[in-house]
């Protein structure tokens, strides 16, 4: 439902899976249904995808995103014709770039395993969250350990990275962290995550 939703492995498994080019359809910016603006995230996501790309050895034209609302369906229809069209003119995966079939294999391979391995994480600064709750609220696969007065933790096994939480973390707070391409550091211990707040002492 919202393009902030494309994980960049669904697109590298898409190539390796043969597809000869992937397109990314998404509202409007600042049309944004939700209060996520995660068409902003996936145009981030798209053009890191398209370096990657490059790196590889593909066109990065095989990788395109646009702007179409449910409502534009004949923008929709033109832009899969034109899309159709370019990729006719690129050829097959691979074999329009004079790449060997195994090397392609192998490289797209790669790249999903990288991308895999996350090019964004999301972490939650213990010294900042103050437990309001908002984040775990709102994450959509409930990736987000924590209650009352607890420090919140992201299960990064379950994390897809959908910057929700980024997002709604309240500014004055701002505990959620976005890290590119680094490892998340681990989560605090879960008998150190009790916030006694003032007043509260015993
Ligand atoms: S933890 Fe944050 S980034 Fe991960 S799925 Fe939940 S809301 Fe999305
Ligand atoms: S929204 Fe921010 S402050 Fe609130 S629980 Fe989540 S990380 Fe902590």
């Not at 209060?35 to 995230?41: F, I, K, L, R, W």
């Not at 066109?59 to 899309?83: C, H, K, M, Q, Y």
């Not at 007065?149 to 990275?161: A, F, L, P, R, S």
């Not at 550091?185 to 995550?193: D, F, G, L, Q, V």
């Amino acid at each position: 439902m919202c393009t902030g939703r494309v994980d960049p492995a669904f697109i590298f498994r898409a190539f390796s899976r043969g597809a000869d080019g992937v397109l990314i359809g998404g509202c409007w910016p600042g049309e944004c249904h939700y209060v996520t603006e995660g068409n902003y995230e996936a145009l981030n996501m798209t053009d890191r995808c398209k370096k990657l790309l490059e790196q590889i050895g593909l066109n990065p034209d095989r990788l395109r995103i646009e702007w179409v609302s449910a409502s534009e369906g004949n923008r929709f229809a033109e832009i899969v014709t034109n899309f159709t069209k370019q990729l006719k003119e690129l050829g097959h995966l691979g074999v329009g770039e004079g790449k060997d079939p195994e090397q392609l294999r192998i490289d797209l391979e790669a790249a999903e395993s990288y991308i895999r391995k996350k090019l964004i994480s999301y972490y939650i600064d213990p010294d900042k969250c103050q437990a309001c709750m908002i984040c775990l609220k709102k994450c959509p696969v409930g990736a987000i350990i924590g209650g009352k007065n607890q420090i919140h933790v992201i299960d990064q096994e379950n994390c897809i990275g959908c910057s929700i939480c980024f997002q709604s973390c309240p500014p004055r707070f701002e505990a959620v962290k976005r890290i590119l391409a680094e490892p998340v550091p681990p989560p605090i211990p879960e008998e150190a995550r009790i916030i006694v707040r003032k007043g509260e002492e015993r």
